[in-house]
């Protein structure tokens, strides 16, 4: 049973439903029409990565077993659109053996609002909804603790969606084509930013908490943790670490770099820096030791394709994994991250390189460049609105005029 199906449980509102609820997509009248135009989009975006995320926020299933899940229905046209929507995230439907699987990572705790299932939840078929329950579904995210970006997301993904079905004539129209600031959505430019700004004490605290030998944790798995920090600290989004390959990995101007699928499809070249290129190897080196047969069994060219991370199962890793490995890793760091732990967000880290390397006396437009920022006003934004370095603060000083003693009076003059 899909995620779908699971979302469409008990309790149910069905008064919206335009389709059956007992078919492979509960409430909705052409399931395979719906799912081959979703998989046509999808397909349209270079970057796999980008395609899971997007399907994954949605609420559509992107892991190969969950889909499997999916395909227990007679109807060769869903079998089809189940097939081609697997084809466009670059998954296999063939199962593989699950020995020394880890248990699966919890849910978001967002997922039962992601837009499919909580259409789902309602028996509302998607293609009859309109902008007044797009309205609600927001409104219900916001009830629930979405941030504004996420919230702010997930509309700009559902709109896409929508405009793409709209133009192959399934939707008559767009119901996510809202006012964005009407809704609150659009932060002021002038606004600081929320994310956490870490220090070097911080992030230099983070690293070796990663690396740090721990409770049942092999050598792979405690040089894969140094490897995620360290890609992180390159300013590198948590998607763009997701689908990075082996091939992407090379050597270029005598220093190793990685070939980065940026944003819009634009490709960019991240060097490494000497902690990067240190933590990258390692684990390399101790990932390799383990899989020369797989190697010799699966040739040169393919051990190339492979994800430049994996799981232990040697899977590509997803966002939530990641966001969850860095989260764990900042809780086990101690004092130094106690207070911002649990605020720990990939972005912090994007924010960190881009705070640093300004304050170091990098140029605006390098550091644009390395972290693929679509305009130098963005970059500029993200250090501007960033919490300042206390150095470049006056605080210190009306603190010290506070604290400092009254001066004693003098004696009188005659």
């Known amino acids: 049973m899909s995620d779908i199906e699971r979302a469409s449980g008990d309790g ?4 919206k439903t335009g389709g059956p609820q007992d078919g492979p997509w509960p409430g909705v009248e052409d399931p395979a029409g ?40 007679d109807d060769p046209a869903w079998a089809h659109a189940v097939l081609k929507y697997a084809t466009a995230l670059g998954l296999s439907l063939h199962p593989v053996g699950d020995r020394h699987r880890p248990p699966p990572a919890p849910r978001g705790r967002l997922r039962h609002l992601h837009w499919f299932r909580w259409c789902a939840q309602r028996g509302l078929d998607p293609l009859r909804a309109r902008s007044t329950d797009v309205k609600t579904w927001l409104a219900q995210l916001a009830d629930a603790g979405a941030a504004v970006s996420t919230r702010d997301r997930l509309l700009a993904t559902v709109k896409a969606l929508y405009t793409h079905l709209a133009d192959a004539g399934l939707a008559t129209g767009n119901p996510a084509a809202l006012d964005r600031r009407r809704l609150g959505l659009v ?28 409770r049942g944790a092999s050598p792979v798995d405690t040089t894969r943790a140094g490897a995620v920090v360290a890609l ?9 670490i997701c689908g990075l390959d082996r091939a992407d990995l090379h050597v270029t101007r005598g220093r190793r770099a990685l070939r980065v699928a940026g944003k819009g499809g634009k490709t960019r070249i991240v060097y490494l820096h000497a902690l990067a290129d240190t933590a990258l190897m390692d684990y390399l080196h101790h990932r390799d030791s383990r899989s020369t047969e797989v190697v010799r069994a699966q040739g040169q060219a ?41 605020a720990m967000h990939p972005h912090a880290l994007r924010h960190f390189y881009v705070t640093t390397a300004v304050e170091a006396g990098a140029e605006m437009v390098h550091v644009q460049a390395d972290v693929g920022h679509s305009s130098l006003d963005t970059t500029e934004q993200v250090y501007n609105h960033a919490a300042r370095d206390p150095a470049r603060s006056a605080a210190d000083l009306v603190g010290q005029a506070l604290l400092a003693p009254e001066p004693t009076a003098g004696p009188l003059s005659p």
Do not use: M
Not at 56 to 67: F, N, R, S, T
Not at 232 to 240: I, Q
Not at 309 to 319: A, H, V
């Open 12 to 15: 149910v509102d069905t008064r």
């Open 34 to 73: 719906l799912l081959g135009e979703i998989a046509e989009w999808l397909a349209a975006y270079g970057n796999a990565a980008t395609r899971r995320t997007y399907a994954e926020g949605l609420g559509l299933p992107v892991g190969a077993a969950d889909i499997r899940e999916w395909t227990g229905h």
């Open 187 to 214: 932060i002021a430019r002038d606004s600081a930013t929320s994310t956490v700004t870490l220090t070097i004490r911080q992030v230099r605290a983070l690293y070796t908490a990663a690396v740090a030998p721990r």
């Open 232 to 240: 992180f600290t390159l300013g590198l989004r948590v998607s763009e």
């Open 302 to 342: 393919a051990w190339r394709a492979q994800p430049l991370l994996t799981t232990r199962t040697g899977n590509r890793y997803q966002r939530q994994a990641l966001w969850q490995l860095l989260r764990r890793t900042a809780a086990s760091a101690g004092d130094a991250l106690r207070d911002v732990a649990d």
